[in-house]
T-cell receptor, first 114, second 115 residues
Framework: KQEVTQIPAALSVPEGENLVLNCSFT??????LQWFRQDPGKGLTSLLL?????REQTSGRLNASLDKSSGRSTLYIAASQPGDSATYLC?????????????FGTGTQLKVEL | EPEVTQTPSHQVTQMGQEVILRCVPI?????FYWYRQILGQKVEFLVS????????KSEIFDDQFSVERPDGSNFTLKIRSTKLEDSAMYFC?????????????FGSGTQLSVL
């Protein structure tokens, strides 16, 4: 059974700092990995999707890497801003079973302070 | 940008009552999903739906749950006899295709409270 873990659970940084969020998964048989942002009481916004054959994806100040063989992904946020404050979730789409579902981590709650 | 819309945003119901959560997926998407998130816990997969039938479901999705695409635009989740433990945020999602690599787009959720 796929298990997804995110470290740290919470992070507080001053504005402008670069930061790294970590995600690990136990079963490397995946189609892809997605990073989401969740604001309190709101839905999930997809940030980046990395296919299993890819090593990284970039969007603006965000860069996500994937090391499938070791079951790890990182989300790098450059020059953090207060507006980046949210919970960040990673989720993997596994090959086993029907291949239709995402398995989510518990998230990293990020606070960027002025 | 196209988005998945869910109604209502909040639903309060009495234990034992039936509820229907509604979703309008993105128009050209073919795959539809329901996920839920109990307060303070992980987002959990419930069911996926393609070509008018369930393609995969989790152990959570028991006989009290059902899904339907009653017309060309809506996708619904019915909970027949709600329990206290069904209280959660329910998310609908859709994807364009399923080659194993498609991005899921999520709605903003329906907060279900069972009293």
């Amino acid at each position: 059974k796929q298990e997804v873990t995110q470290i740290p659970a919470a992070l507080s940084v001053p504005e402008g700092e670069n930061l790294v969020l970590n995600c690990s998964f136990t079963d490397s048989a995946i189609y892809n990995l997605q990073w989401f942002r969740q604001d309190p009481g709101k839905g999930l916004t997809s940030l980046l999707l990395i296919q299993s054959s890819q090593r990284e994806q970039t969007s603006g100040r965000l860069n996500a890497s994937l090391d499938k063989s070791s079951g790890r992904s990182t989300l790098y946020i450059a020059a953090s801003q207060p507006g980046d404050s949210a919970t960040y979730l990673c989720a993997v789409r596994g090959v086993t079973g029907g291949g239709n579902k995402l398995t989510f981590g518990t998230g990293t709650q990020l606070k960027v302070e002025l | 940008e196209p988005e998945v819309t869910q109604t209502p945003s909040h639903q309060v119901t009495q234990m034992g009552q039936e509820v229907i959560l509604r979703c309008v997926p993105i128009s050209n998407h073919l795959y539809f999903y329901w996920y839920r998130q109990i307060l303070g816990q992980k987002v959990e997969f419930l069911v996926s739906f393609y070509n008018n039938e369930i393609s995969e479901k989790s152990e959570i999705f028991d006989d009290q749950f059902s899904v339907e695409r009653p017309d060309g635009s809506n996708f619904t989740l019915k909970i027949r006899s709600t329990k206290l433990e069904d209280s959660a945020m329910y998310f609908c999602a859709s994807s364009e295709d399923l080659q194993g690599g498609e991005k899921l787009f999520f709605g903003s959720g329906t907060q279900l409270s069972v009293l």
